[in-house]
């Protein structure tokens, strides 16, 4: 059964370094997601994607964070200059079309610790 | 704005007993609703949705969910809990008619233990 990808699980970083996370999404599908729960909170969204371009971007997205699909498999969430805060479970999501009460897939997710 | 409220975020329940988890969504538009669950070391699944129609909904695993829209719920239960749903459950709400896109609006999730 097709599915969605993510790595590293789990990556531990220190305060102000670059991170990138990587999602590989189901190969048909058309538009794709990052969201994020920091322990104990609520599972955010973090941006759309579709068509080469975000689609939408919730107030969390600021400028350290930018996403992109380099080679039209992969989709990835770069961090520029983590911080604390940034520690969360990062998921990424697909979804094949426009309908709206189509199901997202989401991978397994990615830890993220910021040190 | 649209939002989602999930009462409690532990339940423990014995074997064989029902499963009740609480939902509560806030929406200016009728929503379309959303059940997930994430087993350990997993993704998030689709457990069930409702989208417009029949307001009891069903989905896998024995579960099932109704939309009650005077009350703002969407209670997801099981008649009968087995040790293999111990899980984290989600709520979601979605977010957005326009565009298609489907951003999805997550409640903070309930764990679910199931015991002997």
């Known amino acids: 059964e097709p599915e969605v990808t993510q790595t590293p699980s789990h990556q531990v970083t220190q305060m102000g370094q670059e991170v990138i996370l990587r999602c590989v999404p189901i190969?048909?599908?058309?538009?794709f997601y990052w969201y994020r729960q920091i322990l104990g909170q609520k599972v955010e969204f973090l941006v759309s994607f579709y068509n080469n371009e975000i689609s939408e971007k919730s107030e969390i997205f600021d400028d350290q964070f930018s996403v992109e699909r380099p080679d039209g498999s992969n989709f990835t969430l770069k961090i520029r200059s983590t911080k604390l805060e940034d520690s969360a479970m990062y998921f990424c999501?697909?979804?094949?079309?426009?309908?709206?009460?189509?199901?997202?897939?989401f991978g397994e997710g990615s830890r993220l610790t910021v040190l | 704005a649209q939002s989602v409220t999930q009462l409690g975020s532990h339940v423990s329940v014995s074997e064989g007993a029902l499963v009740l988890l609480r939902c509560n969504y806030s929406?200016?538009?009728?929503?379309?609703l959303f059940w997930y669950v994430q087993y350990p070391n997993q993704g998030l699944q689709l457990l069930l949705k409702y989208t417009t129609g029949a307001t009891l909904v069903k989905g896998i695993n024995g579960f099932e969910a109704e939309f009650k829209k005077s009350e703002t719920s969407f209670h997801l239960t099981k008649p009968s809990a087995h040790m293999s749903d111990a899980a984290e459950y989600f709520c979601a709400v979605s977010g957005s008619r326009e565009g298609g896109y489907n951003k999805l609006i997550f409640g903070a999730g309930t764990r679910l233990a199931v015991h002997p």
């Open positions: 190969s048909n599908h058309l538009y």
């Open positions: 929406s200016s538009v009728p929503p379309y």
């Open positions: 999501a697909s979804r094949l079309d426009r309908v709206v009460t189509g199901e997202l897939f």
